[in-house]
């Protein structure tokens, strides 16, 4: 059964959701302590602990406090985009991406996204491709590409989407990721960086968004180097703790207290061009 929290809440209002668990809100998200809960990476973070409607809340683990924590998603019909607003999405083009998920992307791009977004740049096909741009990148440093889309001296803000799978060993080594194991240098350089640009400007004009993508079947293949789906879990855990700031990345280490950085984990990497379109949308109105 979904966990239908109350809209408008007040801080430190009660809340017992109907599995009996009890909540409260802090004044900026729900919060629920499970005493002795134990963290496996093989764990599909949230939605196997707890089932939610995820049109209202957004449920994030941290693996080290055993603290299960829920944030409202906003519930609006405005879109926060503007002529002068600059959208960049990038893919990983580094060959871990099947080629099914980049042809969705591109069609998703070409088609669906351009369909939805266009009216916003008030009808103006060469405004709209001006502003809306669509590329690879094949480093798999995230955050150095982050960095590099500083955005258009005439944009008013600018929303930076990446898709990725994984992140090779320059973050972490690639099946194996634990928030407590030191961060790579390679990573500090990169996140030091993009937290200068961000800070760099006022709140707002840079809005982030991350999407890991993941095989939802895992294909097991004969003599692979790593168990099929693995690469892809310890990306997303990755970057679930630098949104959340756990262990070795809190503090200015991530991106933990930040606002308009926002990710998704488990993101099916063999979608149809829609749901990827309904994804960035859903996505982009957190930013209200």
Known sequence: MPINFPKTPVTNQAFTSPNGKKWKWDGSKWTNSLPGAIFTPQQTILTQLIPVDSSTVKLHWNPLTGILSADLVP????????????????YDSSGSMTPE????LVRMKDYFLKNELLKYYNNNESLYASKVTFASFNNERTFQTLTSLKGAATSS????????????????????????????????????????????KPPGFYKTIIFCLRPINPIKVPGAQYPAGEVERAFGEFIHSIKYGIGQYSGSNGMDGIKYFEIETNVNDNAEPIFYTNLILNTIKRFI
């Open 75 to 90: 519930q609006t019909t405005d879109f926060p985009i503007s002529p002068f607003t600059e959208i960049n999405i990038r």
């Open 101 to 104: 998920s980049i042809n969705s």
């Open 157 to 200: 803000d600018v929303i930076n989407i990446i898709f990725q799978d994984e992140a090779a060993d320059h973050y972490h080594p690639l099946a194996n990721f634990s928030p407590i194991v030191s961060r790579t240098s390679t990573y500090n350089t990169d996140m030091a960086a993009f937290r200068n640009l961000i800070l760099s």
